[in-house]
């Protein structure tokens, strides 16, 4: 396969599509996004399919979902902006680069959990699971703890929490059983990050025995 600016990577065509990459590792999985494959079993995408795949979930999205997306992760980088972060001791420890993965890490816990919500299980667990090994992965990058690492993934979950909580409260929502779901699922959702989370830094502890 000839590579040239019209091919991108896994990460690249995540970028471009706002979601995070494991997402779209399962779509390609699925069959929901085309993906070509180089001699070396790398996947690749082409732009314009990534770009007429995104234009088309644009369209049978209804708008109050995009503006609810835009809502929350307007309350999320107000909150980081404010100074939460700097506050966390686990934060402090942290060199320029790991503090903006870590940054970039919240953004990408409020898109997994709009993805969640508009998914099938199947694909909501991946992508809960692709979190979690993220998360796991970044903290052990860090030098942190099993506890600090635990910590970060709390903060950002309970960030997540809030930025939910102020886009059903905005959106004047008084059913008390469409409240019961969206805490039921986000429940679900970072359950299943925390378990991966722990699963996975259990595993890179004994690999280094």
């Known amino acids: 396969m000839i590579m040239n600016d019209e091919w991108l990577s896994l990460s690249q065509a995540a970028k471009v599509m706002g979601v995070h990459p494991g997402t779209v590792r399962v779509w390609a999985d699925l069959g929901r996004l085309p993906v070509h494959r180089t001699q070396g079993g790398h996947r690749r995408f082409l732009r314009s399919e990534v770009e007429l795949s995104l234009a088309s979930q644009r369209t049978d999205k209804p708008f109050e979902t995009d503006q609810a997306v835009q809502n929350a992760l307007r309350r999320m980088r107000i909150q980081i902006v404010e100074g939460h972060l700097e506050t966390q001791r686990w934060y402090r420890k942290l060199d320029e680069e790991a503090r903006e993965q870590y940054r970039r890490g919240g953004r990408d816990l409020l898109q997994g959990m709009m993805l969640f919500l508009s998914s099938s299980e199947e694909e909501g667990k991946a992508e809960a699971r692709a979190i979690g090994y993220e998360y796991a992965s970044l903290g052990r990058r860090s ?19 809030d930025s939910m909580l102020v886009v059903y409260e905005s959106a004047s929502i008084r059913s008390a059983r469409v409240w019961g779901d969206m805490l039921k699922k986000v429940n679900q959702f970072t359950d299943e990050i925390m378990l991966t989370l722990i699963e996975t830094y259990e595993a890179f502890q004994r690999s280094n025995r």
């Open 143 to 161: 030098n942190l703890s099993s506890v600090e690492i635990v910590r970060a993934f709390m903060f950002f979950r309970n960030t997540l929490f």
